[in-house]
């Protein structure tokens, strides 16, 4: 089955630094989104993007982060200026079709630790 | 703006008994509905969705859930847990169309004792 893949499966960065966060789509999936969950709380939209664009984002997603689609696969998250509380699992997703009507795939997520 | 509720941040139930999950959505217009669940430490798999269609929808592992229209619920069960089951589940939401992002709710701990 195809899957959503995220690399890497955790990193430890210090506070100030940027991080990429990378992830590979399934490959006719059109839509893609970047999710996150504090530890012990729940999964929270970030963004999502579509025809090399961003057509959504939430309060969350200010200008420390941006997205980028470089080539015909990778879908990356940048945090420009890493803060203690950027502490979370990132988790890529994408689907086929708008609003999920097929389904949204999840990758298995990275646990990014700010110290 | 569209909200899910999950009763019951934490679930019980004895190997072998009937596990009932209980999620409802805010909207007027029903939106596509998705179960998801997470394993310690690991990402989000999908267990089913309802978009159209039946209402009862079956979803892997055992699991399936009702969509209620009337009231604006999407329920999760398994009539038979198993010590596998022990994980995190997700209700999910996605408008129609009005938007493209999924809407989670916080979450139900299953836990399944022997």
């Known amino acids: 089955e195809p899957e959503v893949t995220q690399t890497p499966s955790h990193q430890v960065t210090q506070m100030g630094q940027e991080v990429i966060l990378r992830c590979v789509p399934i490959?006719?999936?059109?839509?893609f989104y970047w999710y996150r969950q504090i530890l012990g709380q729940k999964v929270e939209f970030l963004v999502s993007?579509?025809?090399?664009?961003?057509?959504?984002k939430s309060e969350i997603f200010d200008d420390q982060f941006s997205v980028e689609r470089p080539d015909g696969s990778n879908f990356t998250l940048k945090i420009r200026s890493t803060k203690l509380e950027d502490s979370a699992m990132y988790f890529c997703?994408?689907?086929?079709?708008?609003?999920?009507?097929?389904?949204?795939?999840f990758g298995s997520g990275t646990r990014l630790t700010v110290v | 703006a569209q909200s899910v509720t999950q009763l019951g941040s934490h679930v019980s139930v004895s190997e072998g008994a009937l596990v009932l999950l209980r999620c409802n959505y805010s909207?007027?217009?029903?939106?596509?509905l998705f179960w998801y669940v997470q394993y310690p430490n690991q990402g989000l798999q999908l267990l089913l969705k309802?978009?159209?269609?039946?209402?009862l929808v079956k979803g892997i592992n055992g699991f399936e859930a009702e969509f209620k229209k009337s009231e604006t619920s999407f329920h999760l069960t398994k009539p038979s847990a198993h010590m596998s089951d022990a994980a995190e589940y997700f209700c999910?939401?996605?408008?129609?169309?009005?938007?493209?992002?999924?809407?989670f709710g916080t979450g139900t701990l299953l836990a399944v004792q022997p």
């Open positions: 997703a994408s689907s086929e079709a708008r609003a999920g009507v097929y389904g949204y795939t």
């Open positions: 490959s006719n999936h059109l839509y």
């Open positions: 993007f579509y025809n090399n664009e961003i057509s959504e």
């Open positions: 909207s007027s217009v029903p939106p596509y």
């Open positions: 309802y978009t159209t269609g039946a209402t």
């Open positions: 999910a939401v996605s408008d129609r169309g009005a938007t493209n992002k999924l809407i």
